[in-house]
């Protein structure tokens, strides 16, 4: 219950940040986004890619899923514009439609929920899911702002809201999904841990582009540098004490 309320909370927070103040720094954003970034990257390293590979069922084929999860999110990355990774854009001409760009991260969003089901699983049997919890949070937010920035392009306040509060439901609604599906015996733990391979892929596909993003010049800056050792050392040092 608690996971639930904190994802739906955290996606309003920061949804409803961006529908009441017109004007941020972006250069705090962008910041801030590569906090998420690298602490995304460092608990799917130390938390995720470990427990997927500790199922020797599974563990074979389970770099197969990761890759496919990663060429997934380039798929999603199309239609959703790079929303999952913060890219906002500061005119109407949004490439794709809205209702492509929806479906893109509501997908993107579902998946990600499902790694906090409730149910006994691999990415919970040596560790608890609270790392995940944070990292997806801190991920979700600077999404959720740039998801709201793009729509008040394009569509009214009021309409905009409205997808916020669907878009807020979504990785809560993946949750608990996964717990009806596993209660219901239409789903073996090994097709959960594809499904776990195919988000790690797409973790590491946002975080990466996150980083590649931040310095476009390729030009070596102490700040940012600062913001990535800072957030990693935050994950390990998490990772091993909850």
Do not use: C
Not at 34 to 54: D, M, Q, V
Not at 145 to 165: C, E, H, N, Q
């Amino acid at each position: 219950m608690w996971n639930f309320l904190l994802l739906f909370v955290s996606a309003m927070v920061a949804g409803s940040l961006a529908l009441f103040i017109p004007k941020w720094n972006e250069k705090d954003f962008k910041l801030g986004l590569i906090f998420a970034g690298a602490y995304l990257f460092s608990i799917t390293i130390l938390h995720l890619l470990p427990e997927l590979f500790a199922d020797h069922d599974s563990a074979y084929y389970m770099g197969l899923f990761i890759l496919l999860g990663f060429l997934l999110q380039q798929v999603l990355n199309f239609m959703s514009s790079g929303i999952e990774h913060g890219h906002i854009h500061h005119h109407s001409g949004v490439e794709n439609s809205v209702w492509t760009l929806m479906f893109g991260l509501f997908l993107h969003a579902f998946l990600e929920g499902t790694l906090l089901s409730k149910q006994p699983s691999l990415l919970n049997h040596h560790h608890g899911s609270e790392t995940l919890l944070i990292g997806i949070i801190l991920h979700k937010m600077p999404e959720t702002f740039a998801l709201v920035t793009v729509l008040l392009t394009r569509l009214s306040i009021v309409k905009t809201a409205g997808l916020l509060l669907l878009f807020a439901l979504v990785s809560p609604l993946g949750m608990v999904s996964t717990d009806w599906l596993h209660g219901q015996d239409f789903i073996g733990q090994s097709t959960v841990n594809i499904l776990f391979g195919l988000v790690a892929g797409g973790f590491l596909h946002i975080s990466t582009t996150i980083f590649f993003e931040s310095s476009p010049q390729h030009r070596f800056q102490l700040h940012k540098l600062l913001i990535i050792l800072f957030a990693s050392g935050l994950a390990i040092l998490l990772e091993y004490l909850i």
